[in-house]
Structures are given as structure tokens and as C-alpha cells.
């Protein structure tokens, strides 16, 4: 039986923006973390971000990093990737524009 | 300055070209992001958190009005309409897109400029003395050296994949500005007992995650033998470097294995087999590029209308009194234009600053900007009676903060605000700091204070060699902020030692607070620099300022 691990998500960077994206239980990336696939089972996890950094062409630096679920979808937990659910903080850019 | 030949200007427009076919093969799929990365790390393209990343060479930090509104242009075209600039004198835009880099670095060309080797492991952008050509205290300028240099490594076959990133920095003067004890190879400028300017060679320096204060190699080096000599040095490093673990590749570790005499070895003997047959090294080359450096025709003009100025307006005078350098013409100075207003991210400066900036040197300045590792510009040939037209310039442009060598004039790399290797933040930290003492009205009475701050180990920020560093680190999931205390990156280069135990991001700035207004109740008096009264009175009363309780508990 596969070990229960921390869960993730499988995120990347846009090939063409670099912006960063996150991958979908339907195989698609989003902007939007709440949309992700939360993946719970760690032999999962492998097979998705197997499955993701086959979309070499749209997608760019393919990892899997640490997520919980909340009201609306995945989360992140570490510092890191919040920043990288909104962008810098000494200018409004990035995803907090939109 | 240098101006490209047809030889240099063929070499950046084909490496633009095979850039173009390369991010149109990887976009189009037929190479893999393995593939792709090392073709666009030596072209200076990071992926980072949010976006891209372009890092842009300027050489040994000098620019025409040109180069700058070039810059500004490429920054509005492809870019949030602005820049980063860095503490290796380079500039960074922080939101290209892939598709357009090959049209950034093309515009680049129209202009001498690239970002060819801005990254990757190879000898990186020469850096030198930002007040190069101007210093009232130098003996010869630097640059041509550094262009030198450029060339010489720009493609250099051999030295294209060496164990780890190659630094080198040159300083022509006296006072060390170019931090070059803390470069793989630094050179200083000197003049041996017949008068002959040649270089003393410091190899081995570096900050990063082990500090270490580079070590003399060669006291006196004549000029001709410039190029065979630092090609021994980096073919010994080429070949005795560590390529089995990233963190003890860089030359510092392999001198420090090593030891300095066996590299002394090595490099002579290396030296000696290639410089007979050296055909890289032309003294005539030297002298033409010598000749592009020529200083410009000063003016002579009356500065009583500076004076009076300086006497009428006290905002203004406060501003000379902190921007402002000696230079070696008469009537002349140099001027620092801070590129850190309170609050605001240092480094950054928006398009419109650029083109301001370009207008005044183009005006004002013989054409000439130069970008510090202080991450300030530089205007290096100012005329005193040009002194209040400037000022009134930069103020226009939002430029006019009187504030070089203060507490707010802070070094920070861009941490994890843009960084991908970053552990935490750094820009907000500087922007704090620097609006509480702005608050405090005090930092023109705490007078001189280098305050530099890495969001990694790597040091970009330079914290090791600040008279107070930061170092931003990720504690089990926290933001967390070390100290050190009496770094100097001068000719008396020193490591800063570490305070004690970090402080959390809400808890670093009221630290620096009580550290920053007890060092006022420690000095000796208003001359004695922060640092000075570090150097006489030790860590010890300063590490108390910072941790209030355990002085408490250990006076108990």
C-alpha cells in the first residue's frame, strides 16, 4: 500500500509567461491554485508529476510542493508558494494585478 | 568609452540569431527545458518565481545616455516599465516574456550591449570601481583593463564550463569600491618602485556560503602580462577546481585546500609555458582601448554660482553634502544619484528615472553614467556650476534623495520577492528599515552605515561585508533574519561575524532599531563612524543592544 505523504500539488512554470501554474485532476494547468489536484497518495503524486512534465511544451521547472485543502481547494502551506499564488510584494504585480 | 568594432558587433548579432532559432525550437517542442536551459542561462534568461528573468551586462557598470534610453525603451516595450539594478553592475528585468527575449537582446545590440555570460558557469560581467576615469584617488582607470578582460573571456573556449561561476573585479584606484577582496580574481591597481602601473593579483575571495577574504597572488604584475596571467590562474582553477560538490567548486575553496603557495606554483609554471606563445595579449590592442577611455575635454568655468546656491538652498546643500565625490579635475565632482528613496525597492529605477537620468548625462555629464555595486547610478563628470540644474533634474525625476554611504542606503538582492534560490525576502526589510529611519530623522546624525541584506546564503546582498548584515533564511517554514555585525567590503575588507540567533520578519527592524540608536549612546563621538566604534569596543555591547534580555539575565 502506497505511503500517505504530505499532501501536494504538481505546479510549473508557463513556458511562454513564466508565470506559475498548477496542474489539474483533468490533465490541464491552471492560474489558480484552488483549482489544482490535491494529491494525497505518494505513488499518485510520481504518476502526476510524470504525467505533467510530459506537457514539455507549455510547461517549464515541473515540481511537486506541499498543499492543503481549504474551503475553496488546495492551499499552499509554505511561504514560498503563497508568494507564488499572488506575486511580489513591493509592487502589485504578478497574479495580485488581476 | 568603448565603442563596438565590426568584429564585436558580428559576434552579438549572430548570438542573438542562434538565441532566436533557439527559443523557437523550444517553443515549437523540439528541445526539451533540459535541453533549453543552459542555451538560455548563457544568455542571461532565468526562469524565476513569478516569471523570466533577463539579466543584462553592463560592462564594468558604464553606459552612454544611449545605452540607458535604450534601456528604458527595452523596459516599456517588453517590460512593466521599469529595471533592477544589481549589485554586479548589472540590470535585470524582472517580466519578460519568452517569445520577446530575442527582440530584447536585439535592441541590446543596436546599443553595444548583451547578456552573454550574465550567468552560467563562466567568468561573469567584469565589474570595476564605479567612479572609474574620475576618482580623485586613482592611478590609472580601470576600464581599459576590464574591456580587455571582456574580450578576452567573452566565448573563451576554454573556460565556457568551468567547475563553478568566475568573478573578477578591477579597481584603479587607492580606496577600494569594486569590493575586490571578495572576487575570484581581484585586481588593484598599484605602481612598482620604477614607477610602472601594473596590478597586485588577490585571488580566492568570495561571500557566499563560506566568506572568505581573497589573498595575494602577486604583488606586482606588469600590465602586458595581464591576459597570460589571469588565463594561468583560471586554467589551474579549471583544472584543480571541484566539480564533485557545487558548494566547494568556487576557486576560494581551492586555494583554501590547496594552499596559496601550491597555486602560486601552478599558476607561475603555467604562466610561463603559455606566455611566450600568448597571442591573446597585443599591447597594441591595449592602447587602443586605452584611447576609447580617454577622459573628456573638462571645462573651466566659474563655481561661485554653486557656492551661493549651496549657501541659498539648504536642501540642496544637503544633497552635495552626501551625493557628492571629489574628482580629480578641477571644479569637477562626481555625483551619486541614490537609487534608494525611503521605501521605495533599492535598485529599481522606473523608465521615465532612466530617461532622466540619460538627459542629464547626455547635458551635464560628458555622456557618461556609471551603475555601482551600491546599486546607485553614477553620474562620473559633472562641472560644479552644472551641480543645482542637475539637482533640480533629479528632482523633477523623483531621484533627488540625499542619502549615499547613510542607513538607508541599503544593499538588497531581490530575495524571494523575484529569486528562485531566495529563502526569504529582502526588499521588504530594506524598504522598512529605511522608512523607519526616515521617521526617526536621525540617519544624517548616525552618518556613514552600510547595511546589506541577502535573502540566501549566496550573498548576493553582500551582508557578510556590511557594517550591519541581514541575512534572510527559512526557518522551519518562517522568514528568519540573521545579523552580523562589522563586515567591510573596502581595502580593509572584513567578514562580518554573526550576532546570535535570528529575528523574525515583524522583529528585525526593531532590532536594527535598538542596535542602530545604541551604537549613538556608545560612540565616542558624532566622527566616530558605526563601524569604528564596532572595531574599538568589539561585538560584545552591540550583540547586547540586539538581545536586550539575555543581557539582562546575564548582568543578573
Known amino acids: ?98 | 568609452m568603448y565603442i563596438y568594432n565590426d568584429f564585436d558587433e558580428q559576434f552579438v548579432r549572430n548570438r542573438v540569431d542562434q538565441f532566436r532559432d533557439q527559443v523557437t525550437r523550444r517553443i515549437d517542442g523540439s528541445l526539451t527545458e533540459d535541453e533549453f536551459k543552459p542555451l538560455r542561462l548563457m544568455n542571461g534568461l532565468y526562469l524565476q518565481l513569478h516569471a523570466y528573468m533577463l539579466r543584462v551586462a553592463v560592462p564594468y557598470g558604464t553606459l552612454n545616455s544611449a545605452q540607458m534610453d535604450k534601456l528604458a525603451y527595452i523596459a516599456d516595450r517588453w517590460d512593466r516599465g521599469y529595471g533592477h539594478f544589481t549589485t554586479r553592475q548589472n540590470i535585470q528585468y524582472n517580466w519578460p516574456e519568452l517569445r520577446d527575449v530575442p527582440d530584447m537582446l536585439s535592441a541590446l545590440a543596436d546599443v553595444g550591449m548583451h547578456a552573454i555570460q550574465t550567468s552560467g558557469n563562466t567568468i561573469r560581467n567584469v565589474t570595476a570601481d564605479h567612479f572609474a576615469g574620475a576618482a580623485a584617488d586613482e592611478i590609472e582607470d580601470p576600464r581599459p583593463t576590464a574591456e580587455l578582460l571582456r574580450q578576452w573571456s567573452t566565448d573563451h573556449p576554454e573556460f565556457q564550463f568551468l567547475p563553478r561561476k568566475f568573478k573578477i573585479s578591477v579597481t584603479g584606484a587607492k580606496a577600494d569600491r569594486a569590493v575586490t577582496r571578495a572576487h575570484d580574481i581581484g585586481l588593484r591597481m598599484v605602481r612598482n618602485d620604477a614607477g610602472d602601473a601594473g596590478y597586485e593579483v588577490i585571488i580566492g575571495g568570495g561571500l557566499g556560503r563560506t566568506p572568505m577574504v581573497g589573498k595575494i597572488l602577486r604583488k606586482f604584475l606588469p600590465k602586458s602580462d595581464l591576459l597570460p596571467y589571469c588565463e594561468a590562474i583560471v586554467s589551474v582553477y579549471n583544472l584543480l577546481g571541484r566539480r564533485d560538490n557545487k558548494y566547494k567548486a568556487r576557486i576560494k575553496i581551492t586555494v583554501h585546500e590547496n594552499g596559496l603557495e601550491k597555486i602560486q606554483e601552478l599558476v607561475e609554471s603555467r604562466f610561463a609555458q603559455i606566455r611566450p606563445e600568448f597571442v591573446g595579449v597585443n599591447p597594441q590592442l591595449l592602447s587602443q582601448i586605452e584611447q576609447s577611455f580617454a577622459a573628456p575635454t573638462y571645462v573651466e568655468n566659474a563655481t561661485d554660482g554653486y557656492e551661493a546656491a549651496r549657501l541659498a538652498n539648504p536642501a540642496f546643500r544637503s544633497w552635495t553634502d552626501t551625493n557628492l565625490s571629489d574628482h580629480k579635475a578641477d571644479g569637477y565632482a562626481v555625483v551619486s544619484i541614490s537609487i534608494k528613496k525611503h521605501g521605495a525597492t533599492p535598485g529599481d529605477a522606473t523608465s521615465g528615472q532612466m530617461r532622466a537620468m540619460a538627459s542629464l548625462a547626455r547635458k551635464y555629464g560628458h555622456d557618461e553614467l556609471r551603475i555601482s555595486h551600491e546599486q546607485n547610478v553614477i553620474l562620473p563628470h559633472v562641472h560644479k556650476s552644472d551641480l543645482l540644474a542637475i539637482y533640480a533634474g533629479l528632482r523633477a525625476a523623483d531621484l533627488a534623495t540625499a542619502n549615499i554611504g547613510l542607513i538607508s542606503d541599503i544593499i538588497a538582492c531581490p530575495g524571494m520577492d523575484y529569486c528562485a534560490l531566495a529563502t526569504a525576502r529582502s526588499i521588504p526589510v530594506a524598504q522598512e528599515i529605511a522608512t523607519r529611519f526616515d521617521e526617526l530623522k536621525l540617519e544624517h546624525e548616525i552618518g556613514p552605515l552600510k547595511i546589506k541584506i541577502s535573502g540566501c546564503i549566496n550573498a548576493c546582498g553582500h551582508h557578510h561585508v556590511g557594517h550591519i548584515g541581514i541575512l534572510g533564511l527559512d526557518r522551519a517554514g518562517v522568514e528568519n533574519y540573521q545579523i552580523t555585525l562589522g563586515g567591510d567590503g573596502t581595502e580593509t575588507t572584513t567578514i562580518g561575524e554573526r550576532a546570535g540567533p535570528g529575528f523574525g520578519a515583524d522583529d528585525i527592524v526593531p532590532a536594527i532599531e535598538r542596535l542602530v540608536l545604541g551604537y549613538l549612546d556608545l560612540r565616542e563621538n558624532a566622527a566616530e563612524t558605526f563601524l569604528a566604534a564596532f572595531r574599538r569596543l568589539g561585538a560584545k555591547p552591540f550583540i547586547a543592544l540586539l538581545y536586550p534580555e539575555k543581557a539582562a539575565r546575564n548582568a543578573a
Open chain 1, 1 to 98: 500500500m502506497a505511503r500517505a505523504l504530505t499532501s501536494k500539488v504538481v505546479t510549473a512554470n508557463a513556458l511562454l509567461e513564466g508565470d506559475a501554474i498548477w496542474f489539474t485532476q483533468t490533465n490541464e494547468w491552471t492560474r489558480d491554485i484552488a483549482q489544482a489536484e490535491l494529491i494525497t497518495d505518494e505513488a499518485h503524486g510520481d504518476i502526476r508529476l510524470l504525467e505533467a512534465m510530459a506537457d514539455q511544451s507549455v510547461v517549464a521547472g515541473v515540481y511537486l510542493a506541499d498543499a492543503k485543502a481549504g474551503p475553496n481547494g488546495p492551499e499552499p502551506v509554505h511561504f514560498r508558494e503563497t508568494f507564488r499564488t499572488r506575486g511580489p510584494s513591493n509592487y502589485a504585480h504578478g497574479k495580485q494585478e488581476a
